[in-house]
C-alpha cells in the first residue's frame, strides 16, 4: 500500500503542477528563504547555447539541475546513474558497473556495453565532450550546474548529439576565500568525503581544488565459494572511487583571461553483478532465486574492475570589444581493467540448482587504453544586442586500443581466447549560429553546422580461434546540421517557443565478435518541438511544457544478446517518437516547496524487413518468428525502442522551519517513476518491464552564520528491488539498481 500511495503521490503531483501551471525546470534549493517569510523562485541562468542566458529564454527544452539535488541523490555511493528519470524523458544504466554508463534522451541512445561504441547522448564536462562512454561515468562532485538539453543539439555541440546533450559545469575559481568540506557515513561501510577549496592568490590568480573519496565495503556474499572467493565472508559490491580536480584561473587583464584545469581519478569496485534464473518465464517479476546478499559465480573473479582516467584542458578568452574569441584545447587519457561472470551462475551446478546455467560465460578487459583529444575555436558577439552571433571551429581525434578475453568460465585465469582492437577516429566541423530580434517580443535563431567523421578499426585475435584471425574497416561520412527556432515574448512572465533541428550520429563499427565485423550508416534526425515557460503567481511558481515529434533514418541499434550472445550493429529504416513534457516548481508557502516532472515519451521502430536474435527457449517473445535457416529471429517493426519509458514522473517535496535568525530544520523527500519500457529490439514478457519505482528521504539542521549543516538520509527508501538489465542468453538472468542505504552527514562551509 505505502508504494502505490507514494505513486500516486508522484503522478497527483504532476497532475497538479500541469492543472494549476505552476512549476518550472529545476529542484527548489532546499536552502530556501524561512517559512515565514513569503517566497519566489529564482531566475535560472543556463548556457545551453555557449552564452549565459534566462532559461525562458532558450528555444527548446532544457533542465537545469542545483548542486543541493544532486547532493541529495548521490548520497549513500550513488554514482551518475542516479540522474535516471530526475529530468523529464531522461534514462541513464548501465552493464558496466560504475563506469561506461549509457544515456537516453526521449528514447533515443544505445545499449551496446562496448567502450568503443557510439551514443546518440553527448556528455560535455566544462566545455569539453567526453566522446567515448568510456569517460562518461566521472563522478559528479564541486558541481556548480547541470543542465539537460534535449533534442538535437548538432550546431553548437557537434556530432553524436541528436538525442541531447548533458552539459555539466563545475565551480570556478572566484576572488574570494570560499570552499566546503562534507563527510557521509552510512550502512554497508559507505563513506563519502568531498571537499574544495578557493584560494585567491592574488588579483588576477585563483586556484580551485577539490577531492572525492567515495567507499563501499563488499558486502555481496558468493555462496558458490570458487578457489578465488572469500569463504564465508562478503566479496562483492565494495568500491573505492578516488576523483580530484584543480581549476587554475588566470586574468592578467581586464580582456585576456585563461582557465587550466586537471583532473583525475582512480577506481577500483565490483562491476555489475549479473543473477542467473532470476526472472521466470513468462513473468517479468524477480522471483524466489534472488537474493540481494547472495550470488553464484564460478568464473569472473567477483567481477572486479578498475579504471584510471587523468585530462587536461586550457580555455582562453580574449575580449576585442565587439565580440570575444575562445579557444579550448583538452586531452583525455585512460587505462581500464575488469572480468566478469555474464551468465550469472554456475553451468556444472546441480540440474535442480537455481543457479544452474546452460553454459559458462566469462569475459574480461586485459586492458583497455584511451586517448582523447579536442580543439575548439570560437568568436562570439557580446552583449544584448539586436543580433547576435558566434561562429567556429572543431577538431576531434580519439585512439582506442582494446584486449579483451574470454574465460573458461570456471575461474581460469588463461584467456581462451584473446582479441587485439585498436579503433581510430576523428573528426572536423565549422559552425555558426546567428539570432535576430525581430522585435522587442520576437527572437528567432537559426544555425548551421558542417561534419566530416572519420572511424578506423583494426582487430586480431591473438589467442583462439580462428587462429590468426583479423579484420579491418572504414567508415565515414559528412553531415550538415541545422536548427532554426524563436521564441516570442508574451508577457514579462511567459514565453512560448517553437524550434525545427536536424541532428546526426556518424557510422559506427562493431568489432567485438571477431573475425566478425558490422557497421552502421550514419543515422539523421528530423526534429520538431514548440512549447511554454511561464512564471506565475506573482513570481511564486514556474511552469514549463513542451511537445515534439522526431524522425529518425537510418537508425543506428546493436542487437546485443541472443542466445547466441552476439552483438552486432545494424540499421532501421525509420524510427520515431513523439511525446510530451512538463516540468516546473512552486513556493507553497509555509516553508513548503514542490518541484515536479513529468513525460509521456512513445517510440516505435519503422522497418518491416528488420530481424533480429532472441533469446533461448525460457523466454515467451511476443514478437512475430521468423525462421532463417534454422535460426529464429524476431521481426521487431512497430516495436519500442530499448531502454525507453512510456512514462516518467518525479517529485520532490522541500520543507524549511526556521528555529531562530540563522538555524532551521529543513527535510525533503523526493521521487522517481519510470513505466513500460522493454531492455532488448524484441518484445518478450520476460524482459518487458511495467513500473520501477524510488524514492529518498533527507532531514536536518543548519547553522547558516557558521556554514554547518548536519543531516540524514535515506536512498531506496522502500528498498525497491527495479530490474535495470538482462543477459538474455537461455537462463533469464537480470541484474538491479542499488540497495536501501541511510546514514548521516555532516558539511561545514566557509
Known sequence: MLRQALLAATVSGVALLSAGAVSAQTAPNSQAVPAAEPAGVDDIVVTAQRRSENIRDVPFAVTALSPQTLQEVSAGGADILSL???????QVESSNGRYAPRFYIRGLGNVDFDFTASQPVSVVLDDVVLESVYLKGFPLFDVQQLEVLRGP???????NTPAGVVKIDTVKPSDEFTGFGSLTYGNLGSTRAEAAVTLPASDTLQVRGAILWNHRDDWVNNAYNPSFAKAGDDDLGGFDDIAARVHVAWRPTDRLSTLLTLQARDYDGTGTMNRANVLTKGSNELNGNFDRDTVYYDGGRNNFQKQKTTSESLK????????????????????????????GGVASAPTTASYKTPFNSETGTLSSDLLQNTYELRLASNGDGRVGWQVGAFYWDERFNLVSGTFNGVGGLIPTKITDIVQKSDSWSIFGQGSYKVTDALK????LRYTDDNRHYNGRIVVGTPVGGQGAVSVGDQQVSWDVSAVYQVNDDLNLFARVAK???????QGRNLPVLTTANSETVMSYETGMKARMIDGRARFNATAYVYEVSDMQFTAIGGADNSNRLINAKKGEGYGLELDGDVYLGAGFSLAAGGAWNHTEIKDKDLLVAVCGSNCTVTDPIVMVGTTRRAAID???FPQAPEYTANLTLNYVRPLGVDTELFASTDWVMQKNFNLFLYESVEFMQDTHFEGGLRAGWRDLSRGIEAAAYVRNLTDEENVIGAIDFNNLTAFVNEPRTYGVQLTKRF
Request: glycine fraction near 24%.
Open 638 to 640: 512497430g516495436n519500442p
Open 316 to 343: 582562453v578568452a580574449y575580449d576585442f570589444g565587439p565580440a570575444t574569441l575562445t579557444g579550448i584545447v583538452g586531452s583525455y587519457q585512460g587505462w581500464s581493467q575488469g572480468d566478469g561472470d555474464i551468465d
Open 503 to 509: 541532428g546526426y550520429r556518424g557510422p559506427s563499427i
Open 153 to 159: 543539439q548538432g550546431t553548437l555541440f557537434g556530432r
Open 444 to 447: 528567432v535563431t537559426a544555425g
Open 84 to 90: 535516471s528519470g530526475r529530468v523529464p524523458s531522461l
